[in-house]
C-alpha cells in the first residue's frame, strides 16, 4: 500500500507531474534486471531449460505486482493512446517496452540454446523417457506473452522460434519411424502402431504446445503415418473386412484428406462380391440370404464405421448392382416369395409373416425396374384372388352377394349354375383390356350372366357398374368327358366346323380362335379332317375325371390381352418371355409418353435435354428409362403431331396446338358422360377460352363468361343428353368418337362462338392421349370387376 501511495504521489506531483521520469526509470531498471537474468539461466548450462522456467515465473510473479502498484502511470500510459499528444519520452518508452522482456530470452545464446533443449527433451519423450515437459511448456507460453501486445499477431513470436522447429521435428521423425514399420510389419501390425503413436501424440501436444497448434501437430502425424501409406491399407482393407480390422482402418483413414473414398470403392466391391454369391434361383434363398446380409452390414456400418453415410451410399450401390446385374430376374423372384407369404395355405403366424415381408421391403428400394415386380405380382394376386387364397374384405362381399343371387335363382330357369366373384377396381391388379362383351358368351351362360347383373344394379346406387372380365374365370363344363376349358371354347358349336365359322360364331379374331382350337386339338378333344375342318373326336377318353386345358402360344399368334387369368400351370395366364417383354417395353413407352405430355402441358416449351433429365427424374421410381428410349417416345410424340421444334431449333420443343386442342374436346366430352355439363357449363366454357388463350401465347387470363339463360340452358341440356345416350351406345367405336366429338364441337360453338376442327386423324390422336392420361388410373371410381364362373 505505501508504493501504490508512493507512485500516486509522484504522479500528482505539483506543478509538474513526474510520471514520465517514473516510465523511464522503471524501464531501465527492468531491463538491468533481465539481463541479470539471462546471465543466471546461461550459467546453469546444465539445466537451462529449468532454470529458465524458474526465472520465468519470478519475472511472471513480479510484472503481475508492478502492474497492480502502478496502476495509476497504466492511466497515465493510456490517457496518450486515446488520442492525447505522445511526449518524446513516452515515445522512447514504448519503443523500449517490448524488450523488457525480450532481454531475458534474446540473449547471446539463450535463446537457441532453450529451443535445442526442448527439441531434445520431446524427442525422449517420443523414445518412452519423459523429460522436464512442464519446463518445455513454460518456454511456449513465455513467448506467447513476450509478443508486444500492440501486435495485430500475438503468436507470430511462438510460430516463428518454438512451432515451426517443432513441427518440422515431428516431420523428420515420424517420415523415418513409418518407413521403417510400413516395412517390417504387417498391416495390421502397422495400423495398430499407427493408431497408438497418433493418441499419444494427441497428449503430447497438450504437454509442450500452445492449443493452437495441436491441429497442425496431428495434421503432420496424419500425413507422415497414414496419408504416405494409404495405399497398402486400402489394398489390405478387403481382407480386413473378414478379420475384424476394418474399424481400425476406418479410424486411421478418416484423419486424412479422401481417406474415406479410398476404403467406399473397396467396401462396394466387398459387399457385390459377397451379394453375388449368395443369389439363388429358389425365391425364398434369394430374399432370406440377401436380406441376412443388408441386415449385417447395417450393423457393420452402424458399430465400425459410426454411420458414415458414404458407407451406406457405397452399401446402397452395391445391392443395386446385386439385384439389378444378377444372372436371375431378381424383381419376379421377390414378387413369387412375397405372393407365397400372403396365401391363406401359409401356415405362419402374422408376426413371422411381418419379420419375413422386412427383407422384402429392403431389397424392393433397390429394384430399378419396379415395373417388372408390378407387372408380376399383379398376375400372381390376380391368381390368388380367382383362387380365393388370399384375404381381401371385397371377397367377403363378394361371398354374400353370390349367396344373395344362388337364393334369389332357385326358382329361375337358368340352365347353368354361375359364381361371380365381384372385386373394386383398385383391388383387382390387372388392367382391363379387350374385355370380351356378353353377347359372345354361349346362350346359357349369357342368361344367367343377365340375370346377376340385373340383380347387382337392383342391389347397388346407380353409380356402381360392373365389368366383366369372363376370360379370367374358369369354365366347368360336366358330361361323360369332362373337360376344364376357358368361357371361348364353350360356344363352338360341334361337331364339324371350320376355323372361320369358328372365328365367327366367337366374335374374336381369327388368331384368337385358332388358339382356342390348337388347345382342344392338342388334348384330342378334337380332330381334323381331310379338308381342314374341326369335327368332335369320338375316340377321345382319358382316365382322369377332370381334364385341365391350358392356351397353346402359337409361333405367330401371342395373346396381349392383360387381363387374363390363365391356368395353374402358367402363373396367371401370361405369355412366354418375349410376350412379357415386349408387352413391358411398351407399357414404359406409354408411361414416359404420358410423363412427356404432363410436362408439355405444364411448361409449354422445355429445352430437350432439360426435357430428358426431368422425364427421368419422375419415371425413375417406376423403372430406369433410358436415354435412347426416351429420344423414341419423343420422336413418336412428335410424328403424332403432339409436340414440335420450337422455329426449328433443335434444342427447344413445345406442345402442339393440336395437343391442347384435343385436350380440351375430351374434358367437354367427359364432362357430358359424367352429365354434370349442364351444371357446369359456364365453367368448362371458361375452362376452354382458358387453353385457347394459352395456345396463342397471351398471360392475362380471359373473363369468364356470363351464365346463359335459363331457355339456353334447357336447349342445351337437352342436346347434352341426346349425347349422353348416344355416347354410351358407341362409345368403343371410333365413329363414335367422332360424332361424339361434332356433337362437343357444336356446343362449344353455341357458348363461345369458336368452332373447333374435327377430322379421324385428329380423335385417333385424341383417343390414344385419354389413354395415356389414364394410364396411371385402375378406372373409373365406382366401378367394378366381375370374374364369373360358371358350371
Given amino acids: 500500500m505505501d508504493l501504490y501511495t508512493l507512485v500516486y504521489s509522484m504522479c500528482n506531483t505539483r506543478p509538474k507531474p513526474m510520471h514520465e ?77 517490448p524488450m523488457v522482456g ?104 497438450g504437454r509442450y504446445l500452445h492449443p493452437s497448434s495441436l491441429d497442425k501437430l496431428l495434421y503432420e502425424c496424419n500425413a507422415q503415418y497414414i496419408d504416405c501409406h494409404k495405399d497398402k491399407i486400402r489394398g489390405a482393407f478387403g481382407d480386413m473386412l473378414s478379420s475384424q480390422f476394418e474399424q481400425l482402418a476406418y479410424s486411421l483413414l478418416s484423419h486424412i484428406s479422401g481417406g474415406i473414398e479410398l476404403l467406399t470403392q473397396v467396401y462396394e466391391k466387398f459387399v457385390i462380391a459377397e451379394g453375388r454369391k449368395l443369389v439363388s434361383p429358389d425365391p425364398k434363398t434369394l430374399v432370406t440370404s440377401l436380406g441376412a446380409l443388408h441386415a449385417s452390414l447395417t450393423s457393420q456400418i452402424t458399430s465400425h464405421f459410426h454411420s458414415d453415410p ?92 353370390s349367396a344373395g343371387f344362388r337364393d334369389a335363382a332357385k326358382g329361375s330357369s337358368a340352365a347353368v349354375g354361375l359364381e361371380v366373384q365381384i372385386l373394386t ?45 369372363c376370360t379370367n374365370g374358369p369354365c366347368s363344363h360336366s358330361s361323360t368327358r369332362p373337360c376344364h376349358p376357358r368361357p371361348h371354347p364353350h360356344p363352338i358349336p360341334l361337331p364339324t366346323m371350320t376355323r372361320a365359322a ?15 382350337i390348337d388347345s382342344l386339338l392338342d388334348a384330342h378333344l378334337l380332330a381334323l379332317t381331310s379338308d381342314g375342318a374341326v369335327t368332335l373326336n369320338p375316340a377321345f377318353s382319358n382316365k382322369r375325371t377332370k381334364l385341365r386345358l391350358a392356351l397353346t402360344l402359337g409361333s405367330g399368334s401371342k395373346s396381349k390381352s392383360g387381363g387374363g387369368g390363365g391356368d395353374d400351370d402358367d402363373e396367371g395366364g401370361t405369355g412366354g418371355p418375349a410376350e412379357d417383354s415386349a408387352s413391358l417395353e411398351e407399357d414404359r413407352k406409354l408411361y414416359l409418353q404420358a410423363t412427356m405430355v404432363r410436362l408439355l402441358k405444364t411448361h409449354r416449351a422445355v429445352d430437350h435435354n432439360a426435357l430428358v433429365t426431368m422425364v427421368i427424374e419422375q419415371a425413375k ?5 433410358s436415354v435412347p428410349l426416351i429420344k423414341k417416345c419423343i420422336e413418336a410424340l412428335m410424328d403424332k403431331g403432339y409436340m414440335e421444334r420450337e422455329g426449328g431449333a433443335v434444342g427447344i420443343v413445345k406442345g402442339t396446338q393440336i ?23 359456364s365453367a368448362a366454357s371458361h375452362h376452354v377460352a382458358l387453353v385457347d388463350h394459352a395456345t396463342h401465347g397471351r398471360h392475362e387470363p380471359p373473363p369468364a363468361p356470363a351464365r346463359p339463360g335459363v331457355a339456353t340452358a334447357e336447349h ?50 385424341g383417343h390414344a392421349l385419354m389413354e395415356l392420361s389414364k394410364w396411371e388410373s385402375n378406372g373409373r371410381p365406382g366401378t367394378r370387376h366381375s370374374h364369373g364362373s360358371s358350371s
Fill in 21 to 97: 521520469d517514473l516510465f523511464l526509470r522503471i524501464a531501465d531498471f527492468l531491463h538491468r534486471h533481465t539481463l541479470a537474468v539471462s546471465d543466471r539461466i546461461l550459467a546453469n548450462a546444465h539445466q537451462p531449460l529449468q532454470a529458465y522456467a524458474t526465472e520465468w515465473a519470478i519475472y511472471l510473479h513480479a510484472a503481475q505486482t508492478l502492474n497492480i502498484v502502478c496502476e495509476v502511470l497504466n492511466r497515465a500510459i493510456t490517457a496518450p493512446l486515446r488520442g492525447a499528444p505522445m511526449s518524446a519520452a513516452m515515445k522512447a518508452f514504448q519503443d523500449r517496452r
Fill in 102 to 205: 525480450d532481454s531475458m530470452y534474446r540473449r547471446q545464446s539463450v535463446e537457441s540454446q532453450l529451443i535445442g533443449v526442448a527439441m531434445d527433451v520431446v524427442k525422449m519423450d517420443r523414445e518412452g523417457v519423459l523429460g522436464p515437459h512442464e519446463a518445455c511448456k513454460a518456454l511456449a507460453l513465455s513467448l506467447v506473452t513476450l509478443q508486444a501486445k500492440m501486435s495485430h499477431s500475438t503468436l507470430s513470436l511462438y510460430i516463428s522460434d518454438y512451432e515451426s522447429v517443432f513441427l518440422a521435428q515431428t516431420r523428420a521423425y515420424y517420415e523415418q519411424e513409418s518407413r521403417t514399420y510400413a516395412r517390417d510389419l504387417t498391416v495390421s501390425a502397422f495400423m495398430r502402431t499407427a493408431q497408438d503413436r497418433l493418441a499419444q501424440e494427441k497428449q503430447r501436444g
Fill in 310 to 401: 458414404k458407407f451406406v451410399a457405397s452399401m446402397d450401390m452395391a445391392y443395386r448392382t446385386v439385384i439389378n446385374d444378377s444372372a436371375v430376374h431378381a424383381p419376379k423372384l421377390i414378387a413369387t416369395f412375397c405372393d407365397w407369404l400372403l396365401r391363406k395355405a401359409n401356415k405362419q403366424s402374422d408376426a413371422d409373416i411381418e419379420q419375413a415381408l422386412t427383407p422384402i421391403m429392403t431389397l424392393f428400394v433397390y429394384i430399378d425396374d419396379k415395373d417388372v415386380f408390378h407387372k408380376c405380382y399383379a398376375r400372381l394376386l390376380a391368381k390368388r384372388l380367382i383362387q380365393r387364397l388370399t384375404h381381401v374384405t371385397d371377397m367377403t362381399l363378394s361371398a354374400e352377394t
Fill in 425 to 469: 377396381a383398385g383391388t383387382w391388379p390387372l388392367s382391363q383390356v379387350n374385355v370380351p362383351p356378353i353377347q359372345q358368351l354361349p346362350e346359357e351362360v349369357a342368361q344367367s350372366v343377365g340375370e346377376f347383373s340385373t340383380s347387382s344394379s337392383s342391389a347397388t346406387t346407380s353409380a356402381t357398374s360392373l365389368t366383366w372380365l
Fill in 502 to 516: 369358328i372365328a365367327s360364331a366367337l366374335g374374336s379374331p381369327q388368331h384368337d380362335a385358332d388358339r382356342t
Fill in 621 to 625: 421410381h417406376r423403372f430406369k428409362p
Fill in 659 to 681: 395437343l391442347f386442342q384435343v385436350d380440351q374436346l375430351h374434358t367437354i366430352m367427359d364432362q357430358e358422360q359424367a352429365g354434370q355439363f349442364s351444371h357446369q357449363s
Fill in 716 to 765: 342445351l341440356a337437352h342436346q347434352e343428353q341426346g349425347f349422353i345416350a348416344a355416347a354410351h351406345r358407341t362409345d368403343r367405336t371410333m365413329d363414335a368418337r367422332i360424332e361424339s366429338a361434332h356433337r362437343a364441337s357444336e356446343v362449344h360453338f353455341e357458348r363461345t362462338g369458336r368452332k373447333l376442327l374435327v377430322t379421324r386423324d385428329s380423335l385417333e390422336k
